[in-house]
């Protein structure tokens, strides 16, 4: 059986994951690519495990029944509320992501960093089993950032209503010491560019995009399953919510206009 056929399937939320699939493809130019976006049920920080773990699981049998080889759950607040339930369920390579706490703490030097996330992450189990591996190291100060998903699902990346939110949860964490700030949701990379505007130069930045990325080279090096072709694979995108609205959005933060998407059914 060949195991290297079939897109990388990857989900999130809304568009935030876009993120990690822009990593992905550069990492593996050869691979064909399914993203999901869940858009008729953005945010997932607000909702419950249960309702979280249910639509995680719909999206990754639709990734499967398309033919994926492997699925990526762009999501820190799905990671954290059904990775374990997809890796035993399912038996393809799954890749989660989370708030990259390890190398903040290698990085300060203040012995202060400043996790910005949605409320569902920080309220995980898996957040808080991950934060107190490094409590005896530094201070790990966590800002939940209510409005900030919405923000980016509007492709609203620059606007006052952004730079205001932005100001309110930066603030808290400036100002008590810390240098290094963890994007912790797959939706925050896009508003980088602001954020560095605000908080200034001194201050660093960790996207975890590119390390997921290559986990999921590592992976399917390992269970021999890298794709065996020599161009540059495709790109599929699929919305649960209004196509007329998500496609613009997507097209301009993938930052291509001919792009092929569909409705998840």
């Known amino acids: ?26 990492e593996l ?11 008729a049920h953005v945010p997932y920080g607000e909702k419950s495990v249960e309702y979280i773990e249910r639509r995680s699981t719909a999206i990754t049998e639709f990734l499967l029944d398309n033919g994926a080889k492997a699925v990526v759950v762009a999501c820190n607040t799905a990671t954290a509320a059904a990775i374990h ?19 903040a703490a290698e990085m300060t030097r203040s012995g202060v960093v400043g996790i910005l996330a949605t409320s569902g992450t920080l309220a995980s189990d898996r957040f808080s089993t991950l934060r107190s591996r490094f409590d005896s190291e530094v201070e790990v100060l966590v800002q939940p950032c209510t409005g900030l998903v919405e923000q980016v699902e509007r492709a609203e990346l620059s606007s006052d209503a952004t730079r205001g939110l932005l100001e309110k949860y930066l603030v808290s964490l400036l100002d008590r010491g810390a240098d290094v700030i963890v ?10 560019p602001l954020i560095r505007e ?36 495709t790109e599929r995108f699929c919305v649960s919510g209004s196509l007329d609205e998500g496609a613009p959005i997507i097209s301009r933060l993938w930052g291509v206009s001919d792009i092929e998407i569909g409705m998840l059914r």
Do not use: N, Q, W
């Open 183 to 192: 994007l912790g949701c797959t939706h925050y990379p896009f508003l980088a």
């Open 1 to 26: 059986m060949d195991k290297t056929g079939g897109p990388i399937g990857v989900f999130d939320s809304g568009v935030g994951g876009l993120s990690i699939l822009k990593e992905i493809r550069r």
């Open 85 to 103: 339930s997809l890796r035993s369920r399912f038996p393809v390579p799954i890749v989660g992501i989370e708030p990259a706490v390890k190398p």
């Open 198 to 233: 605000i908080a200034g130069p001194a201050i660093s930045l960790i996207d975890p995009s590119a390390a997921v990325a290559r986990e999921v080279r590592r992976r399917l090096e390992k269970e021999g399953m890298l794709s065996a072709a020599s161009g540059i694979g």
């Open 29 to 39: 130019p050869s691979e064909d690519l399914l993203y999901v976006a869940d858009s």
